[in-house]
């Protein structure tokens, strides 16, 4: 088994655009939640958002590939060349077929396709624009990679509501891990403000009327946000060989399912996921100093995350940081666990805990150490990234600090 | 050939492909002008909506230049919109 270093990260989102701008907000606990405008918020029971600001797709794309581009499979793209960019690749010396693209997108082109559909049903126009099918896929992003890199290994897509992109990126890491392929482009991307997918969300009753609350008392609901990070996989060897920048090791990954309700959260099946993880990368409890929650800042989640990690850390629990970061970046789905895996990369390499931003009073029930509003300048040698999605499926990523 | 059709035919092409109208003329190939089969397929719906046409799935097939298309255009129209001569269409791009 090869270890696997993580040497490029990119990142679009609502608390920033570029993995410094990302990591600065939520070093400085800037939440990028703020009233929705792409969509015409008056006809919503909630109004915030956390929504990539100043997007102009012509700064990314000619007009005619940005025609063929949902604006997930867009964020995709963008944030795949910031890390492309930032591990110093050399694609002549990458053998591009033994590298692999894995993105996880939890629901494709929702803008386009609503669009389609007010076409047909509200202007009769009796058809839909033909770019529809190729801009809806949830694979778009993960193949205009593939097209623009030239890179012919295993491509692919994961769709698993909110652990999309944690399972896409532990799947790259097994894959890396085991010498499946050389190298691996990972992560994920997601775009959620259309009318008729944030209607969806409205009915569920579960987005927050103000701003995203992690573990506060009074928290009301998570907000949903939209991005794409995604991040490069090589063994350490081959990084180490090169003279790439290593930030960290992805080192674990455990993936479970609850098997118990569509939407309510269970506390074994994250439970069994963390443990699965540390396993799986040789982690013992006692040497995790920082957890990336999966923190949606509903009632359910963050009291069962809590008491999940409760019973899997033990008294150690009392010794963690456990922070939620869509405090800032919002609920991506799709995108969310490749934004937090950003994240806690980025934590390990600088020493910096993110806080969970807009935390107002303690709730018993979410009694862990949740670095509340300020960032905690502390150094730990391993940490997890928790993602458990509707539908009760769980993936959680293991990473050490560098050597 | 009206050179109205053809002058609105180019505009379809020159706009979904986003390139200048000046550049394409009658006798230009689809290949010339580096229009692939999806550019094709985008370029139909855009002339479904200009020229208020219904155009078959194949019927485009064989047509490998801006003159073909256009013959295939008007013979649509005249079938379509019978009595309205080649100016048939007019404004549907609204």
């Known amino acids: 088994m090869r270890r696997v270093a993580v040497t490029g990260l990119g990142v ?15 070093c400085a606990g800037r939440s990028g939640i703020r009233p929705m405008e792409i969509v015409d918020r008056s006809q919503f029971r909630f109004s915030q958002g956390a929504e990539v600001q100043g997007y102009d797709p012509l700064t990314y794309f000619d007009a005619k590939t940005a025609d063929l581009l949902d604006r997930f499979a867009q964020f995709a793209v963008v944030s795949m060349r910031e890390a492309v960019a930032d ?16 993105t996880g997108c939890c629901v494709g082109g929702q803008s386009t396709e609503d669009t389609g559909f007010v076409d047909l049903y509200i202007k009769q126009a009796g058809r839909v624009h033909p770019m529809t099918i190729p801009r809806v896929m949830a694979n778009a992003g993960a193949s205009r990679i593939s097209v623009e890199t030239g890179i012919t290994g295993p491509v692919y897509t994961v769709s698993t509501a909110c652990s999309s992109s944690s399972h896409a990126i532990g799947q790259a890491f097994h894959m890396v891990r085991h010498g499946v392929v050389e190298m691996a482009l990972a992560g994920g991307s997601e775009a959620v403000f259309s009318t008729g997918f944030l209607k969806a969300w409205e009915a569920l009753r579960v987005v927050s009327p103000d ?24 063994p350490l060897e081959a990084a180490l060989a090169r ?6 090791e992805i080192v674990g990954f455990g993936m479970t399912s609850d098997a118990h309700h569509i939407t309510q959260p269970s506390t ?20 995790v100093g920082y957890i990336n929650a999966h923190g949606t800042g509903t009632a359910a989640n963050d009291a069962v995350e809590t008491r999940a990690i409760r019973q899997v850390f033990g008294a150690h629990a009392d010794r963690l940081v456990v922070s939620s970061t869509k405090s800032m970046h919002g609920h991506a789905l799709g995108a969310a666990g490749a934004l937090e895996a950003t994240a806690t990369v980025l934590a390990l390499q600088s020493g910096i805990l993110p806080p969970t931003a807009n935390y107002n009073e303690p709730d018993p029930e979410c009694d862990l150490d949740v670095a509340p509003n300020q960032a905690r300048r502390q150094r730990v040698r391993y940490a997890l990234s928790n993602s458990f999605a509707f539908g009760g499926l769980n993936a959680v990523l293991a990473f050490r600090a560098k050597d | 050939m009206p050179e109205n059709l053809i002058a609105r035919l180019i505009g379809c092409v020159a706009s979904t492909q ?19 089969s999806l550019d094709g397929i985008n370029i139909l719906f855009a002339l ?23 013959e295939g255009v008007r013979a649509l129209i005249l079938a379509q919109h019978p009595g309205s001569g080649t100016e048939a269409g007019n404004g549907a791009s609204a």
């Open chain 1, 268 to 287: 074994e099946g994250p439970a069994s996921a963390m443990r699965q993880a540390m396993e799986d990368g040789g982690v013992t409890p006692e040497a």
């Open chain 1, 211 to 234: 701003t995203c609350r992690p573990f506060s008392r009074d928290r009301k609901g998570m907000i949903l946000g939209e991005g794409g990070a995604m991040l490069i996989l090589e």
């Open chain 1, 12 to 26: 679009v989102s609502g608390a920033g655009t570029g993995r410094e701008r990302f990591w600065d907000a939520l």
């Open chain 2, 18 to 36: 986003h390139i200048a109208a000046e550049g394409i003329r009658a006798e230009s190939t689809f290949e010339e002008l580096g229009i692939d």
């Open chain 1, 87 to 102: 591990a110093g690749l050399d694609w002549s010396l990458v053998n591009k077929a033994r590298t692999a693209v894995v």
């Open chain 1, 243 to 248: 003279g790439a920048k290593v930030y960290a």
């Open chain 2, 48 to 70: 479904e909506n200009e020229f208020k046409i219904q155009i078959p799935d194949n019927a485009a097939q064989h047509a490998k230049t801006i003159g073909d298309l256009a």
